[in-house]
C-alpha cells in the first residue's frame, strides 16, 4: 500500500528553479551533450545523487536541443524526485505509472461543464508538483458534490466560520496530495482519492484563502467585488481564480461589445457564452 511522506514543495520549487539557472540555462540552443549536462547537474544537487542516476534520467535528450521549457520539465522532475535518485533510481519522463504513489498537486483550472454522461461538474486541471509524473498536468472530472467534498478537505470551513466555501472556482490554487493509482494510469496520470495534511491546510489558508476570502487582509486591488468574479488572473494576484487576465471585446455569439475574454481558453467566445455551451445539455 502506498504510503503518504510529507514533500516540503517549496525546497522542491527552490531547486527547480536552482537547476535551471545554474545548470541547464547556459545549453539552451544547442544540442545536448549528455555527460556535460549530467556533470553540472551534479554540481548543484546534494550528497547522495550519484552521477549515473542522473545520466539516465537526462539520456532521452542526447543529440536534441534543450530549451526552456523542456529545461523547466527536467528541473522538476528531479528536484522532485531527489529521494528516489538517492534510492538509485533515474527518474525519465513519466510513460506509465509502475506503483501506487501519493503525490502533491496544485488546482490550476476548473471550468463548469458536461462530461461523457451530460452529468453537469467541473473540468478541473492540477499540476503534479513532485514524484514520478511530476510535472504533468492531470485532467480530472468532479460532480458537484464531490467538488464540495474536496472542498472541506482542502481547508474551506462550514459556512459559519471563517473560510465559507461558495463556488467551485474558489478551489483554483490550493494544494492536496493525490493517489496515483498504477491500475488506473497506463497513459494518463488519474487518481481518485486525496488526502490534504494539516501543513498543506495551513498553507492553503495562508497564502491564497486569507486574502481570497477577506480573512483579515484587504484586496490589493481595493475591489469590492468577489475574486471568483474578478478579470484578473493569477498571472497579476495570487488570489485569481483563473490562470490568465481576461481581455475584453466584441463577442459575435451573445453581442456584447466588451465581453470578457480568456486568453488560456481556445474558445472564440466570450466566458459567458462559452460556458453556457460547456453546460448545455447534449440529450433530450
Not at 539552451?28 to 550519484?50: E, F, H, K
Not at 495570487?238 to 488560456?264: E, K
Request: net charge positive; charged share 25%; proline share 6%.
Amino acid at each position: 500500500m502506498a504510503i503518504l511522506r510529507p514533500i516540503n514543495i517549496l525546497d522542491v520549487e527552490r531547486r527547480r528553479d536552482g537547476i535551471v539557472e545554474r545548470a541547464l540555462r547556459q545549453y539552451y540552443s544547442q544540442p545536448v551533450d549528455v555527460d556535460r549536462l549530467t556533470r553540472s547537474i551534479m554540481a548543484i544537487l546534494p550528497q547522495g545523487v550519484r552521477y549515473d542516476q542522473i545520466f539516465e534520467s537526462v539520456r532521452y535528450l542526447a543529440g536534441h536541443t534543450l530549451d526552456e521549457l523542456e529545461s523547466i520539465r527536467l528541473a522538476w522532475r528531479l528536484a522532485g524526485n531527489l529521494p528516489a535518485l538517492k534510492d538509485g533510481k533515474p527518474v525519465s519522463p513519466w510513460t506509465v505509472q509502475h506503483a501506487d504513489e501519493w503525490v502533491p498537486l496544485q488546482i490550476l483550472r476548473i471550468q463548469r461543464t458536461r462530461n461523457a454522461k451530460d452529468k453537469l461538474g467541473y473540468s478541473v486541471t492540477s499540476r503534479v508538483m513532485a514524484g514520478t509524473p511530476a510535472p504533468l498536468k492531470v485532467n480530472s472530472f468532479w460532480g458537484v458534490r464531490a467538488v464540495h467534498f474536496v472542498a472541506s478537505v482542502l481547508g474551506f470551513s462550514k459556512h459559519w466560520h471563517r473560510y465559507p466555501f461558495t463556488v467551485a472556482d474558489e478551489l483554483v490554487g490550493l494544494r492536496f496530495f493525490g493517489l496515483i493509482e498504477a491500475a488506473r494510469s497506463r497513459g494518463r496520470p488519474e487518481f481518485h482519492e486525496i488526502e490534504c495534511p494539516d501543513s498543506l491546510i495551513k498553507w492553503n489558508r495562508e497564502s491564497i484563502l486569507k486574502l481570497r476570502l477577506r480573512v483579515g487582509l484587504k484586496c490589493p486591488m481595493n475591489f469590492e467585488h468577489e475574486c471568483h468574479q474578478c478579470a484578473l488572473g493569477y498571472d497579476r494576484c495570487a488570489a485569481a481564480t483563473h490562470p490568465q487576465t481576461f481581455t475584453a471585446g466584441y463577442c459575435a455569439s451573445c453581442g456584447l461589445a466588451a465581453a470578457p475574454f480568456d486568453p488560456s481558453d481556445p474558445s472564440h467566445h466570450c466566458v459567458h457564452c462559452t460556458t453556457a455551451t460547456r453546460t448545455r445539455r447534449r440529450t433530450s
